[in-house]
C-alpha cells in the first residue's frame, strides 16, 4: 500500500494557475504509474491525468488538455499537476493515486492507493 498526500490546492480566480503535489511514501515510486482525479460537488470521480513510471507516456482528460500538465520527480517521490488558465468548471477535491504497473491506467478502478484530496475552488 502507497501512502499519498496532496498539498496545494486553494482557492484562485479563473484565469489563474495553481500547482498540487501529491507525496508518496514508498521506496519504489519508480514502480508505479499515478494519476490525478477530481470529483466536483454532486458528481462522479472522474480522470484528470496520468504518468508513467519515467514521466512517459502522459494522458490527459479532453477537458484539461492544453491546460494541465502532469509530471513527476522519482527522486522526490513526488508527481505535480500544473493547473494554468483555471475556470469555474475546475473546482472540485482534486485526489492522487498509484498503480503498480507499466501502462498509464485512466479507469478509478484501476489505482489501489489513494490520497485523501485537496480541495481546489475556482472563482469566475
Known amino acids: 500500500q502507497v501512502q499519498l498526500v496532496e498539498s496545494g490546492g486553494g482557492l484562485v480566480q479563473a484565469g489563474g494557475s495553481l500547482r498540487l503535489s501529491c507525496a508518496a511514501s514508498v521506496r519504489t515510486f519508480s514502480t508505479y504509474v499515478m494519476g490525478w482525479f477530481r470529483q466536483a460537488p454532486g458528481k462522479e470521480r472522474e480522470f484528470v491525468a496520468g504518468i508513467g513510471r519515467t514521466g512517459a507516456p502522459t494522458s490527459y482528460a479532453d477537458s484539461v488538455k492544453g491546460r494541465f500538465i502532469i509530471s513527476r520527480d522519482n527522486a522526490k517521490n513526488t508527481v505535480y499537476l500544473q493547473m494554468n488558465s483555471l475556470e469555474p468548471e475546475d473546482t472540485a477535491v482534486y485526489s492522487c493515486?498509484?498503480?503498480?504497473?507499466?501502462?498509464?491506467?485512466?479507469?478509478?478502478?484501476?489505482?489501489?492507493?489513494w490520497g485523501q484530496g485537496t480541495q481546489v475552488t475556482v472563482s469566475s
Open positions: 493515486a498509484a498503480a503498480y504497473g507499466w501502462m498509464v491506467v485512466t479507469t478509478l478502478n484501476g489505482y489501489k492507493s
